[in-house]
C-alpha cells in the first residue's frame, strides 16, 4: 500500500510531498536571469525610443515643411521663433495643413516624450545609486515630457488661434527651448548614471 504525500513528508521531508515537475518549477530566479530581464525591457525600449525620436523629427516633421513652403516646424526650432515667424507660417499653411500639424502632436508628438520618459527613468533606475540621486537625475527627463505634452498644446493653439498674440507667441517659443534644454539634460542624466557610479570603498587605496 503506497504511502500518503503527509506519510511522505513526516520521512523524506516536505519536498518529497510535493510532485517532481512541482517542485522543479518553484525555483527562485537567479540575481543574474533578473538582471538578464532588465536588460532586454531596456534594449527594446531603448529601440523604441530612438526609432520614435527619428521618427517625429527626421520624418514626419520634416515633410510637413512641403505644407509650409520650405518653413521648419516650430518644433524643430531649437532657438525658439518670434512672433513674425509664427505668423509667417500661419499665412502659408492652410486649414488642413495646420490640421495634419496637429494630429502630428497628438499622435508621434505624445508618443515619443511619453516614450522617452518611461526608457529614461528605467535608465536610470537601473543604474544610478541612492534614491537621492536617483531623484535628481530623473527630474529632468519627468519635466522634459511635461514640457513636450504642454509644448504640443501651445503650439496648435498660436497656429490655430483667430488672433495671433505676443503672448501665444512666447509662450510656445519658450517651452520648445525648454524642451529641447530638458532633452539635452536628460542626456547628460543618463551619461551620468551609466558612467558616473562611485567606486566601491574597498577598491580605494589609502595613500602611502
Given at each position: 500500500?503506497?504511502?500518503?504525500?503527509?506519510?511522505?513528508?513526516?520521512?523524506?521531508?516536505?519536498?518529497?510531498?510535493?510532485?517532481?515537475?512541482?517542485?522543479?518549477?518553484?525555483?527562485?530566479?537567479?540575481p543574474q536571469q533578473t538582471k538578464s530581464?532588465?536588460?532586454?525591457?531596456?534594449?527594446?525600449?531603448?529601440?523604441?525610443?530612438?526609432?520614435?525620436?527619428?521618427?517625429?523629427?527626421?520624418?514626419?516633421?520634416?515633410?510637413?515643411?512641403?505644407?509650409?513652403?520650405?518653413?521648419?516646424?516650430?518644433?524643430?526650432?531649437?532657438?525658439?521663433?518670434?512672433?513674425?515667424?509664427?505668423?509667417?507660417?500661419?499665412?502659408?499653411?492652410?486649414?488642413?495643413?495646420?490640421?495634419?500639424?496637429?494630429?502630428?502632436?497628438?499622435?508621434?508628438?505624445?508618443?515619443?516624450?511619453?516614450?522617452?520618459?518611461?526608457?529614461?527613468?528605467?535608465?536610470?533606475?537601473?543604474n544610478a545609486r541612492g534614491r537621492i540621486?536617483?531623484?535628481?537625475?530623473?527630474?529632468?527627463?519627468i519635466l522634459f515630457v511635461i514640457v513636450?505634452?504642454?509644448?504640443?498644446?501651445?503650439?496648435?493653439?498660436?497656429?490655430?488661434?483667430?488672433?495671433?498674440?505676443?503672448?501665444?507667441?512666447?509662450?510656445?517659443?519658450?517651452?520648445?527651448?525648454?524642451?529641447?534644454?530638458?532633452?539635452?539634460?536628460?542626456?547628460?542624466?543618463?551619461?551620468?548614471?551609466?558612467?558616473?557610479?562611485?567606486?566601491?570603498?574597498?577598491?580605494?587605496?589609502?595613500?602611502?
Amino acid at each position: 500500500m503506497g504511502k500518503t504525500p503527509a506519510q511522505r513528508a513526516a520521512k523524506h521531508g516536505s519536498e518529497a510531498a510535493m510532485p517532481p515537475h512541482l517542485a522543479q518549477t518553484t525555483a527562485p530566479r537567479s540575481p543574474q536571469q533578473t538582471k538578464s530581464n532588465a536588460n532586454l525591457l531596456l534594449a527594446a525600449a531603448v529601440a523604441t525610443t530612438l526609432f520614435m525620436f527619428f521618427y517625429l523629427h527626421l520624418m514626419v516633421l520634416e515633410q510637413m515643411t512641403q505644407l509650409s513652403n520650405g518653413m521648419a516646424m516650430p518644433d524643430s526650432l531649437v532657438g525658439g521663433y518670434s512672433m513674425e515667424y509664427l505668423a509667417d507660417l500661419r499665412s502659408v499653411m492652410d486649414v488642413d495643413a495646420l490640421g495634419q500639424l496637429s494630429y502630428v502632436h497628438k499622435t508621434a508628438g505624445t508618443i515619443f516624450p511619453l516614450m522617452f520618459g518611461f526608457t529614461w527613468l528605467l535608465i536610470i533606475g537601473l543604474n544610478a545609486r541612492g534614491r537621492i540621486r536617483r531623484w535628481v537625475l530623473w527630474a529632468a527627463p519627468i519635466l522634459f515630457v511635461i514640457v513636450d505634452l504642454w509644448e504640443n498644446v501651445a503650439i496648435d493653439a498660436a497656429l490655430g488661434t483667430g488672433t495671433l498674440t505676443s503672448a501665444d507667441a512666447t509662450l510656445a517659443s519658450a517651452l520648445t527651448i525648454a524642451r529641447w534644454v530638458l532633452f539635452a539634460l536628460s542626456l547628460l542624466a543618463a551619461v551620468v548614471a551609466v558612467f558616473g557610479r562611485r567606486v566601491p570603498k574597498s577598491s580605494q587605496r589609502l595613500p602611502q
